[in-house]
C-alpha cells in the first residue's frame, strides 16, 4: 500500500491541494450495491466519452485499468500532456509500475490521494478503483468550474440553480434527491437547446419518461453518453450523488462554450478573410513568376544555340529574326518583370501590415532569382549577337576564299589540260635531229612553265586548307578537287621528267636549235604568267571594313599601275623577238612552221591578254572607288549614331542620379509626392523617341555590317541596359510610395507623422542614400525616444533588416514604427479560439467547422488543415494546433 500524502507534499505547497472535506468518498457507502451499480455505469461512460477519442473503450472499470495501460491513457486525453512511456510487460511489476507512473501524474495536478495504491488497483479492487476514477472527475470534470466566485461542486450547484430556475417544479438544492423526477435534466437541455425539448408536454408524476427523454436527447443531440438508468434513480430513494454530478457535469462543458464559439468564430473569420486575400496575390505572383522564368528558359536555349549556318543567306535570316526578337517579343517581358518587383513589394507591405510573416516564393522564383536568370537571358542575348556577326564575318571570308580557290583552281586545270598527252607522246623517235633539239628546248620551256605554275599550286593548297580550318560547309568538294590537282601535279613533275631523261638521251642526235625561238619562249612565259596573275588580281574579290583599309587597296593599284610601261617596254621586246625571226627567215628564205616549236604562246595571245589588263585596270579603279565611297557612307553612319548615343547614354545616367536625389530631397504629402514621381516618369517616358531614332541609326549599321564605332564607348546594348534600368528604378520608387500610402492608410499615420519620420530620417542619413546603417539608425531610434540595450536593438534590426543586410530604408523604417503602436491577431489567439469551437479537445472535426464558421472559410480550413495525428485521435480529426501557427509562418508556439 503506497501513501502519496508525504510524496507529494513538495507539488502541493506550489500547486496548492485539493481539499474534498464533504467530498471525501465514503467507502461503507459503496458496499451499497445500488450505488455501486450506478458508479460503475456512471464512471464507465464517462472513461468511454474521453477514451473514444483516443479509439478505444472499456467494460468492467476495475479489470480494464488493472495493467494501467487505459489508465494512462485516459489522463493523457482528458489532460492534453504527455504521460511518461507505459511498461508493455504482462507481469505484475509491470503493471505496478504503469498504474504508479497514472497517479504520480495525478498527484502532480494538486490531488493528495490518500490510502490508494497502485496494487489494490492492480488487483481489481472495486473502491479503490471507484475512488481513484472519482478524485480524476472531481480534478479534471468538475473542480475547474466556476460561477460567481464558487467552484468545484458549490459552483457547478449554483449553474445548474441559475439555469433551472424559470422552469416550474424544478428546485435543484442538491445532486440526489432534486434530480429523480427527471425535469431538472429536461430544463438544463431547454434552456440551452429548446429546439429539443417540449418542456410543456413533461409531467412531474412521470419520471421515468422525463429522465430517458433527458437521457436520450443528450446522448443524441449533445454528444452526451447515457450515463445513468432511469430505472436506478426511480428506485433509489437517494440516488448516487457522484454519479448525479458526474453526469451534470458534462452539460456543464457542453453548454458553458457556445458564447464563447461565436466570438472565436468571428475572430477566425477574420484572420482567415486576412490570409485567403493574401494567398491570392501569393498565388498571382507564383504564377507571374513562372510564367516569366518558363519564358526565360524557353528562350535561352535559342539564344545559345550555335549551330551555324552554311550559306550567308541563312545568317542573315538569324541576325533578322534576333532584330525582331529584340523588337517584339522582349520588350513585354521587361514590363512583366518590373511589374512582378512591384506587385512583390505590395504584398510584402500587406503581409507586414496584418502581422504575417514575410511572404517566401517557392524555390527559384524569388526576385533575386527572377533577377539572375533575367541577367543570365541578357548575358545570352549579348553572346548570341556577338556570335552572330562573328558567324557573318567568318562566311563572308568563307565565300571570299571559295571564289578564290574556284577561279585558281579552274585556271590551272585549264593550263593542265592535254599536259599529261604531250608528255607521254613518242614524237621524238622519229623525228631529225633539228626536231630533236626542237623538242628538247621546247621541253625546257615547259619546265620553267611548270616551275612557275608550282606556286600557283601552292596557294590552291592553302587556300583548301584555311577552308578546312575556318569549317566550310563545302570542304569535301573543295578537298577532293584539290588533291586532284595535287595528285594531278605530281603525275605531270614526273613525267616530266621521264620525257626529259628520253630527250637527253637522243640529245647528240640533236644539234641545231633556234636560238630565237627558245629566247622568245623563255621570256613569253614568265610575262604571260606575269599577265595571268594580274588578272587574277584585278579580278579578286576584296573586303575592307574602314576607308583606311580601302585607301592601302587604292595606293597598291596605284603602284601597279606604276609597273605598266615597264611591262609594256617588255612586251615590245618579247614581239621584237618574234620579229627578229620573221626577219631572219626572209632574209635566208627559211620556211617556218608558223608554229614556235618551245611554246605555245603567240604573239596574238600575248596582245589579247595585255589588252584584257589594259581593260581590267579602269574597271578596278571603278570598283575601288565606289567601296570608297561605300566606307566613307559608313563613317557618316558611324558619326550620326555616336552624336546621338554621346546625348542620350549621360542624359540616362544624369536621370539615374537624380531619381536618387528626388527620392530623399522630396517634400508635402506622400499623394505630392507620388504625382511628383508619376510626372517625372511621364518626362521619362516622352524621351523614348530619342532611343527608338538610336534604335533605327543602330539597325542602319548593322545593316551595313559596321562591327566597330571609335566615336563614342556607348554601344546599343549599354543604351538599353541603362534605358531599362532606368524606367525599373523610377516604377520601383514610386512603388516605395504607393507602399508608404498604403501603411499610412492601414495604421492611421497622420501627413504630418510621416513628414516627421521622414525629416527625422533624412537628418540621420548621413551619406544621402536613403539606406542606413545600424549606427545611424540606432542614433535616430534615442532621437525618437527609445531607450536602447543591445538585446532590443538586436531585436529591432532582425525586423527592419531581416536578411543581415545591416541597412534600413525608409520603407522599413516607417513599418517598424507604425508595427510598434499597432494591436494585430497572434497565432495563439487563433488557437484559443478554434480550441474553443473544438470543445476544449486537441482537434476539430468537419462537421464543428461547418456548423460554427461561414461555409466559405469553413470549406477553406478543411482543404488545408492536416489529419490530426495525436493520440486521441477520431477518425476525421483536423489538426487546427498546426494550421494556425501556419497561418503566422510560425513553426513551434
Not at 415 to 437: C, G, H, N, R, S
Amino acid at each position: 500500500m503506497v501513501d502519496y500524502h508525504e510524496a507529494n507534499s513538495q507539488q502541493q505547497s506550489n500547486h496548492g491541494i485539493y481539499m474534498q472535506p464533504e467530498e471525501d468518498w465514503d467507502r461503507d457507502l459503496l458496499l451499497d450495491p445500488a450505488w455501486e451499480r450506478q458508479q460503475r455505469k456512471t464512471f464507465t461512460a464517462w472513461c468511454n466519452s474521453h477514451l473514444r477519442k483516443a479509439g478505444t473503450q472499456i467494460e468492467v472499470i476495475e479489470e480494464d485499468f488493472r495493467d494501467g495501460l487505459k489508465l494512462m491513457l485516459l489522463l493523457e486525453v482528458i489532460s492534453g500532456e504527455r504521460l511518461p512511456k507505459p511498461e508493455r510487460g504482462k507481469m505484475r511489476v509491470h503493471k505496478i509500475n504503469n498504474v504508479n507512473k497514472a497517479l504520480d501524474f495525478i498527484a502532480t495536478k494538486g490531488v493528495k490521494l490518500v490510502s490508494i495504491g497502485a496494487e489494490e488497483i492492480v488487483d481489481g479492487n472495486v473502491k479503490m478503483t471507484l475512488g481513484m476514477i472519482w478524485t480524476i472527475i472531481l480534478r479534471f470534470a468538475i473542480q475547474d468550474i466556476s460561477v460567481e466566485e464558487t467552484s468545484a461542486k458549490e459552483g457547478l450547484l449554483l449553474w445548474c440553480q441559475r439555469k433551472t430556475a424559470p422552469y416550474k417544479n424544478v428546485n435543484v438544492q442538491n445532486f440526489h434527491i432534486s434530480w429523480k423526477d427527471g425535469l431538472a435534466f429536461n430544463a438544463l437541455i431547454h434552456r440551452h437547446r429548446p429546439d429539443l425539448i417540449d418542456y410543456d408536454k413533461l409531467r412531474k408524476d412521470d419520471p421515468l419518461t422525463n429522465l430517458n427523454n433527458a437521457f436520450e436527447v443528450a446522448e443524441k443531440h449533445l454528444d452526451i453518453p447515457k450515463m445513468l438508468d432511469a430505472e436506478d434513480i426511480v428506485n433509489t430513494a437517494r440516488p448516487d450523488e457522484k454519479a448525479i454530478m458526474t453526469y451534470v457535469s458534462c452539460f456543464y462543458h457542453a453548454f458553458s462554450g457556445a458564447q464563447k464559439a461565436e466570438t472565436a468564430a468571428n475572430r477566425i473569420c477574420k484572420v482567415l478573410a486576412v490570409n485567403q486575400e493574401n494567398e491570392h496575390l501569393m498565388e498571382d505572383y507564383e504564377k507571374l513568376a513562372s510564367d516569366l522564368l518558363e519564358w526565360i528558359r524557353q528562350t535561352k536555349p535559342w539564344l545559345e544555340n550555335r549551330e551555324p549556318e552554311k550559306t550567308m543567306q541563312a545568317m542573315q535570316q538569324k541576325l533578322e529574326d534576333f532584330r525582331d526578337y529584340r523588337r517584339v517579343h522582349k520588350p513585354p517581358k521587361v514590363q512583366e518583370k518590373c511589374q512582378l518587383e512591384i506587385n512583390f513589394n505590395t504584398l510584402q507591405t500587406k503581409l507586414r501590415l496584418s502581422n504575417r510573416p514575410a511572404f517566401m516564393p517557392s524555390e527559384g522564383k524569388m526576385v533575386l532569382d527572377i533577377n539572375n536568370a533575367w541577367q543570365g537571358l541578357e548575358q545570352a542575348e549579348k553572346g548570341y549577337e556577338e556570335w552572330l556577326l562573328n558567324e557573318i564575318r567568318r562566311l563572308e571570308r568563307l565565300d571570299h576564299l571559295a571564289e578564290k580557290f574556284r577561279q585558281k583552281a579552274t585556271i590551272h586545270e585549264d593550263w593542265t589540260k592535254d599536259k599529261e598527252a604531250m608528255l607521254t607522246q613518242k614524237d621524238y623517235e622519229m623525228a631529225t635531229l633539228a626536231d630533236i633539239k626542237a623538242l628538247l628546248k621546247k621541253h625546257e620551256a615547259f619546265e620553267s612553265d611548270l616551275a612557275a605554275h608550282q606556286d600557283r599550286v601552292e596557294q590552291i593548297a592553302a587556300i583548301a586548307q584555311e577552308l578546312n580550318d575556318l569549317d566550310y560547309y563545302d570542304s569535301p568538294n573543295v578537298n577532293a578537287r584539290c588533291q586532284t590537282i595535287c595528285d594531278h601535279w605530281d603525275t605531270l613533275g614526273s613525267l616530266t621528267q621521264s620525257r626529259r631523261e628520253a630527250l637527253e638521251r637522243t640529245e647528240k642526235l640533236q644539234e641545231t636549235i633556234d636560238q630565237l625561238y627558245l629566247e622568245y619562249a623563255k621570256r613569253a612565259a614568265p610575262f604571260n604568267n606575269w599577265m595571268e596573275g594580274a588578272m587574277e588580281d584585278l579580278q579578286d574579290m576584296f573586303i575592307v571594313h574602314t576607308t583606311e583599309e580601302i585607301q592601302g587597296l587604292i595606293a597598291a593599284h596605284e603602284q601597279f599601275k606604276a609597273t605598266l610601261p615597264d611591262a609594256d617596254k617588255e612586251r615590245d621586246a618579247i614581239l621584237g623577238i618574234h620579229n627578229e625571226m620573221m626577219k631572219i627567215a626572209q632574209s635566208y628564205y627559211i620556211k617556218l612552221s608558223g608554229v614556235n616549236p618551245y611554246t605555245s604562246i603567240t604573239p596574238q595571245s600575248i596582245n589579247e591578254k595585255w589588252d584584257k589588263v589594259q581593260h581590267l585596270v579602269p574597271a578596278r579603279d571603278h570598283a575601288l572607288q565606289a567601296e570608297f565611297n561605300k566606307q566613307q557612307s559608313n563613317e557618316h553612319l558611324r558619326e550620326q549614331f555616336a552624336s546621338k548615343a554621346n546625348v542620350v547614354g549621360p542624359w540616362i545616367q544624369n536621370k539615374m542620379q537624380e531619381i536618387g536625389r528626388i527620392s530623399i530631397e522630396m517634400h508635402g504629402t506622400l499623394e505630392d509626392q507620388l504625382n511628383q514621381l508619376k510626372q517625372y516618369e511621364d518626362s521619362i517616358v516622352n524621351y523614348k523617341p530619342n532611343i527608338e531614332k538610336l534604335e533605327h541609326d543602330h539597325q542602319l549599321i548593322q545593316e551595313a555590317l559596321i562591327f566597330d564605332n571609335k566615336h563614342t564607348n556607348y554601344t546599343m546594348e549599354h543604351i538599353r541596359v541603362g534605358w531599362e534600368q532606368l524606367l525599373t528604378t523610377i516604377a520601383r520608387t514610386i512603388n516605395e510610395v504607393e507602399n508608404q500610402i498604403l501603411t499610412r492608410d492601414a495604421k492611421g499615420i497622420s501627413q504630418e507623422q510621416l513628414n516627421e519620420f521622414r525629416s527625422s530620417f533624412n537628418h540621420f542619413d548621413k551619406k544621402r542614400t536613403g539606406l542606413m546603417d545600424a549606427d545611424d539608425f540606432r542614433a535616430l531610434l534615442i532621437s525618437t525616444g527609445y531607450s536602447l540595450g543591445e538585446a532590443e536593438f538586436a531585436r529591432i534590426m532582425g525586423v527592419v533588416a531581416p536578411n543581415n543586410t545591416e541597412e534600413v530604408s525608409f520603407q522599413a523604417f516607417i513599418d517598424f514604427m507604425s508595427h510598434e503602436t499597432t494591436d494585430t491577431d497572434t497565432a495563439e489567439q487563433v488557437m484559443a479560439s478554434f480550441k474553443i469551437l473544438a470543445g476544449d479537445k486537441s482537434y476539430i472535426t468537419a462537421e464543428e467547422l461547418r456548423r460554427e464558421l461561414p461555409p466559405d472559410q469553413a470549406e477553406y480550413c478543411i482543404a488545408r488543415m492536416a489529419p490530426y495525428r495525436g493520440p486521441d485521435a477520431v477518425p476525421g480529426a483536423l489538426d487546427y494546433m498546426s494550421f494556425s501557427t501556419a497561418l503566422y509562418g510560425e513553426s513551434d508556439l
